[in-house]
């Protein structure tokens, strides 16, 4: 967001954070079917592969819920504390309004067969005149990465690495970088 620097000198974080009802959940062999078979024939094969997993994920996680939309807008709010090129106005009357949208959340395989917290978002930059000066989609995963029987052990690593996520994510979206586009293929598709 550096790159919108002198475009104002206040901006406001908009309340209505959009999130997705629920989380996904996608592993290593979901994904390899998801790429290497492709189209349709890919997801279907994935999504099949994955239900079992997302099951046993549900259960562990509902054990230790987190509310993604509260994560997310405490981490964007301190990272927009900390960024020295904008100051973060506590009223809707800043000079820019900064607008987060998450696309998807949930677990994915990070480093191979080992899950981590995965969270993708786009951010929409807006001036008072409502029309919008900056957008960037970005994802971000948690350096805490377990196996599924381990999360399932230990329910509790749900919520660290989600956190982990949302941490990372706000410093890609606000404060590391000016380009515009996503940095890396978010792990999802």
Same mark, same amino acid.
């Given at each position: ?7 104002? @000198? ?7 954070? @959009?999130?997705? %009802?629920?989380?996904?959940?996608? %592993?290593?062999?979901? @994904? ?25 994920? %549900? ?15 405490? %981490? &964007? ?36 067969? !080992? ?44 919520? @660290? ?5 949302? !941490?990372?994510?706000?410093?890609? &979206? ?6 515009? !586009? ?6 999802? &598709?």
């Amino acid at each position: 967001m550096s790159s919108v620097a002198g475009k104002g @000198k206040s901006v406001y974080l908009d309340p209505n954070l @959009k999130v997705p %009802d629920h989380y996904v959940y996608h %592993d290593l062999f979901g @994904k390899r079917s998801r790429g290497i078979v492709g189209g349709l024939l890919g997801f279907a094969i994935g999504a099949g592969s994955e239900g079992p997993g997302f099951k046993r994920f %549900d259960a562990a996680a509902k054990k230790n819920p987190i509310d993604i939309k509260t994560l997310v807008r405490h %981490d &964007m709010e301190n990272a927009l504390r900390t960024a020295t090129f904008l100051k973060m106005s506590p009223t809707p009357n800043a000079d820019l309004t900064l607008r987060i949208e998450v696309q998807a959340y949930g677990v994915g395989p990070v480093h191979e067969r !080992q899950l981590g917290a995965v969270i993708v978002a786009k951010a929409t930059l807006v001036g008072r005149d409502g029309k919008e000066i900056w957008n960037k989609d970005e994802w971000a995963a948690s350096d805490t990465t377990t196996m599924l029987e381990n999360l399932e052990a230990n329910p509790s690593l749900w919520p @660290k690495m989600a956190k982990e996520a949302s !941490q990372a994510l706000a410093k890609q &979206m606000i404060l590391y970088t000016s380009k515009t !586009q996503r940095t890396n293929a978010e792990p999802f &598709m």
